[in-house]
């Protein structure tokens, strides 16, 4: 029996007609401009997303790290929620980076609010660090895929651009946002300077995030792409999979979305399990099995030996998260492994 594995959207793997995509890719050496298929995603993406110019990376972490590097100057501050990727799971790369600090602000399941950015925003003040940038996430990680409502967006953007703040959205699964409430992606996009999104999650892409922004901070930012070792050279093969996936893959996303909810359903059956089905927005669900006199090494343990793969968040907390690679089977399947394993003693 294979594996069901909902530990990340980023688990997926090509489907054939990405895979054929990839092999019969157009390429060239893309740090001289000459890769054809880099130079068509990129134009692509900016189209999707309503910007003048897009730039390829090989990752999210980059991307993001690339834009707060082009939006300050060593000494300057960051806003971002407390629980953000850019501060958890990016390796301190804003401080070793870009010499900035970030400036963690206490969110609702991920999600900023106006008074609270706006308290964190610095006076002038030769002491203190300046307060330059303001980097929001969509959908949030942490907060198990809740997504920004437009109006929340349109409040902490207007807010940040009164005090002079640059705009960076880490966009990484911004298409999951836009499948869950209609909102297309330019119109979040329009928000912000900057805006990238990763191809390797639930859009099912190998590899690779993209940028987007006018011309002239994507000039500036390829150049900072070289300076952090990412100028690729027949990159094609890889951008091909990204474009294929835009094609594609975009518009079953809310497949990912109905499992989720269907999964999480399954789980709130169960006795012992502790999760709130309504906060299941996109593909990700979190939950608890706080009375289980198994450690959560054991639970992930027992799991994967009746054939699911987890992540745990915390102690006897977990984390699910479907993608193109599961199926409506798959959540039954995994339910039943769960029934077993978080009731038996």
């Given at each position: 029996?294979p594996?069901?594995?909902?530990?990340?959207?980023?688990?997926t793997?090509?489907?054939?007609?990405?895979?054929?995509?990839?092999?019969?890719?157009?390429?060239?050496?893309?740090?001289?401009?000459?890769?054809?298929?880099v130079?068509?995603?990129?134009?692509?993406?900016?189209?999707l997303?309503?910007?003048?110019?897009?730039?390829f990376?090989?990752t999210g972490?980059?991307?993001?790290?690339?834009?707060?590097?082009l939006?300050?100057?060593p000494?300057?501050?960051v806003?971002?929620?407390?629980?953000?990727?850019?501060?958890?799971?990016?390796?301190?790369?804003?401080?070793?980076?870009?010499?900035?600090?970030?400036?963690?602000?206490?969110?609702?399941?991920?999600?900023?609010?106006?008074?609270?950015?706006?308290?964190?925003?610095?006076?002038p003040?030769?002491?203190?660090?300046?307060?330059?940038?303001?980097?929001?996430?969509?959908?949030h990680?942490?907060?198990?895929?809740?997504?920004y409502?437009?109006?929340?967006?349109?409040?902490l953007?207007?807010?940040?651009?009164?005090?002079?703040?640059?705009?960076h959205l880490?966009?990484?699964?911004?298409?999951n946002a836009s499948?869950?409430t209609g909102?297309?992606?330019?119109?979040?996009?329009?928000?912000?300077?900057?805006?990238s999104?990763?191809?390797?999650?639930?859009?099912?892409?190998p590899?690779?995030?993209?940028?987007?922004?006018?011309?002239?901070?994507?000039a500036?930012?390829r150049?900072l792409?070289?300076?952090?070792?990412?100028?690729?050279?027949?990159?094609?093969?890889?951008?091909?999979?990204?474009?294929?996936?835009?094609?594609?893959?975009?518009?079953?996303?809310?497949?990912?979305?109905?499992n989720?909810?269907?999964?999480?359903?399954r789980?709130?059956n169960?006795?012992?399990?502790?999760?709130?089905?309504?906060?299941?927005?996109t593909?990700?669900?979190?939950?608890?099995?706080p009375?289980?006199?198994?450690?959560?090494?054991?639970?992930?343990?027992?799991?994967?030996?009746?054939?699911?793969l987890?992540?745990a968040?915390?102690?006897?907390?977990?984390?699910?998260?479907?993608?193109?690679?599961?199926?409506?089977d798959?959540?039954?399947?995994a339910?039943?492994?769960?029934?077993?394993?978080?009731?038996s003693?």
């Amino acid at each position: 029996m294979p594996m069901i594995d909902l530990r990340s959207d980023t688990v997926t793997k090509p489907t054939a007609g990405m895979r054929h995509a990839m092999a019969n890719a157009e390429v060239g050496d893309d740090v001289y401009g000459e890769d054809p298929t880099v130079n068509r995603l990129e134009m692509l993406a900016a189209e999707l997303l309503g910007k003048e110019a897009g730039l390829f990376v090989p990752t999210g972490v980059m991307g993001n790290q690339l834009c707060i590097r082009l939006h300050t100057q060593p000494g300057d501050e960051v806003i971002v929620e407390h629980s953000a990727h850019i501060l958890r799971y990016e390796g301190g790369s804003a401080s070793s980076i870009s010499g900035v600090q970030l400036c963690p602000v206490p969110g609702a399941r991920g999600l900023l609010s106006h008074d609270a950015v706006e308290a964190a925003i610095r006076s002038p003040d030769l002491h203190t660090p300046q307060t330059t940038l303001l980097c929001l996430e969509q959908t949030h990680n942490v907060g198990g895929g809740s997504v920004y409502p437009l109006e929340t967006f349109q409040a902490l953007t207007d807010l940040a651009r009164r005090y002079g703040l640059a705009l960076h959205l880490d966009g990484a699964r911004v298409f999951n946002a836009s499948a869950k409430t209609g909102v297309s992606v330019a119109e979040y996009a329009y928000l912000f300077d900057t805006v990238s999104f990763c191809l390797s999650k639930g859009l099912g892409a190998p590899v690779g995030s993209v940028i987007v922004s006018d011309a002239v901070r994507i000039a500036k930012l390829r150049r900072l792409r070289k300076m952090l070792g990412g100028g690729m050279r027949q990159v094609g093969i890889l951008a091909a999979a990204g474009i294929y996936a835009l094609g594609h893959h975009v518009s079953r996303l809310a497949e990912d979305h109905l499992n989720a909810q269907h999964l999480a359903q399954r789980l709130h059956n169960i006795p012992g399990v502790v999760v709130n089905v309504d906060s299941v927005e996109t593909n990700m669900v979190m939950f608890q099995v706080p009375q289980s006199s198994k450690s959560t090494e054991q639970l992930l343990v027992e799991c994967r030996e009746a054939g699911v793969l987890l992540n745990a968040i915390g102690d006897r907390s977990f984390r699910a998260v479907t993608h193109l690679d599961v199926t409506r089977d798959d959540m039954d399947a995994a339910g039943k492994v769960f029934a077993h394993v978080f009731v038996s003693p």
